[in-house]
């Protein structure tokens, strides 16, 4: 079993930044892929952001530009930088790993982001 905890979320004004960060309690977190999912109230859960064991990272659309994901498997820790941060980024974020066919099977508890004036 990996767990995954999230930290770094609070509140932000619209055009601000935010950096979280997922700390694995397990070495083997560095060969697995892994990601952030968010989901706001009365919308559908979005992969926002993920990224290899190599280190390559593919975004959703909508944070293309503003965000950037990246990792330190030496600290088994990966990290979602957030600029430019919208309204509606607002969301519980979740940081998950180990990709598979039926979807992430690790998950952490999630940590809320708003961004408001």
Do not use: H
């Not at 952030?36 to 979005?46: D, I, M, T």
């Not at 593919?58 to 990792?71: E, L, M, P, Q």
């Not at 088994?76 to 979807?103: H, I, W």
């Amino acid at each position: 079993q990996v767990q995954l905890v999230e930290s770094g979320g609070g509140l932000v004004q619209p055009g601000g930044s935010l950096r979280l960060s997922c700390a694995a309690s397990r070495s083997i977190f560095s060969i697995y892929t892994a990601g952030w999912y968010r989901q706001a109230p009365g919308k559908q859960r979005e992969l926002v952001a993920a990224i290899t064991s190599g280190g390559t990272p593919n975004y959703a659309d909508s944070v293309k530009g503003r965000f950037t994901i990246s990792r330190d498997n030496a600290k088994n820790t990966v990290y979602l930088q957030m600029n430019s941060l919208k309204p509606e980024d607002t969301a519980v974020y979740y940081c998950v790993s180990d990709r598979r066919a039926s979807g992430f099977y690790y998950w952490g508890q999630g940590t809320q982001v708003t961004v408001s004036p």
